[in-house]
Antibody, heavy 122, light 110 residues
Framework: QVQLVESGGGVVQPGRSLRLSCAAS????????IHWVRQAPGKGLEWVAV????????YYADSVKGRFTISRDNSKNTLYLQMNSLRTEDSAVYYC???????????????WGQGTTVTVSS | QSALTQPASVSGSPGQSITISCTGT?????????VSWYQHHPGRAPKLMIY???NRPSGVSNRFSGSKSGNTASLTISGLQTEDEADYYC??????????FGGGTKLTVL
């Protein structure tokens, strides 16, 4: 079945780095843009970043721009989020989420992973 | 980019209809038809309920409908059921290759 599985979360000190991964299965990964969305404890959803189906276009929320990098390896059906200079406010459950349509970004997301938890704390 | 404005909570009885509003600006909700709605039961992955203002994905009940007027989008749930109790989030494209979510609305089915 169509599935996204995140991994790589954990506890990290402020200022350190972490890389999240998202393994896709059950669909043609290379045909879809993929987003990262996060939810801090007790807070709402926050969009983090998106990468186009072929990896050529990447866009970020202002809150992570310059610190986070989204990338993908279509040969491995895997999405990544490299998170540098982490702050306590980056603590959240991070979801990878598939775009609704192939090849384009229409900002609707139809397949969500279960999420991986990142805790930034000293 | 500020979050879209949603009521913190709404409630209704089984069988009733409720509407959740999502207010933005002409730079997001009012400017584009890329408004989506998500249902989120705590501890589970969010679920897409409406995309592009008023379209339902396959498998979503026709009790869920979306609309937009000016800078405000709305999600209406008719024939409320207990399993509809969840958090609901709207989202909108912002015109600068970014996405913004609403603050979320907790729906209680009394």
């Amino acid at each position: 079945q169509v599935q996204l599985v995140e991994s790589g979360g954990g506890v990290v000190q402020p200022g350190r780095s972490l890389r999240l991964s998202c393994a896709a299965s059950g669909f043609t990964f290379s045909s879809y843009a993929i987003h990262w969305v996060r939810q801090a404890p007790g807070k709402g959803l926050e969009w983090v970043a998106v990468i186009s189906y072929d990896g050529t276009n990447k866009y970020y929320a202002d809150s992570v721009k310059g610190r986070f990098t989204i990338s993908r390896d279509n040969s491995k059906n895997t999405l990544y989020l490299q998170m540098n200079s982490l702050r306590t406010e980056d603590s959240a459950v991070y979801y990878c989420v598939r775009e609704r349509w192939v090849l384009v970004v229409t900002w609707g997301m139809d397949v969500w992973g279960q999420g991986t938890t990142v805790t930034v704390s000293s | 980019q500020s979050a879209l404005t949603q009521p913190a909570s709404v409630s209704g009885s089984p069988g009733q209809s409720i509407t959740i509003s999502c207010t933005g600006t002409s730079s997001d909700v009012g400017g584009y038809n890329f408004v989506s709605w998500y249902q989120h039961h705590p501890g589970r992955a969010p679920k897409l309920m409406i995309y592009e203002v008023n379209n339902r994905p396959s498998g979503v009940s026709n009790r869920f409908s979306g609309s937009k007027s000016g800078n405000t989008a709305s999600l209406t749930i008719s024939g409320l059921q207990t399993e509809d109790e969840a958090d609901y989030y709207c989202s909108s494209y912002t015109g600068s290759s970014t996405l913004v979510f609403g603050g979320g609305t907790k729906l209680t089915v009394l």
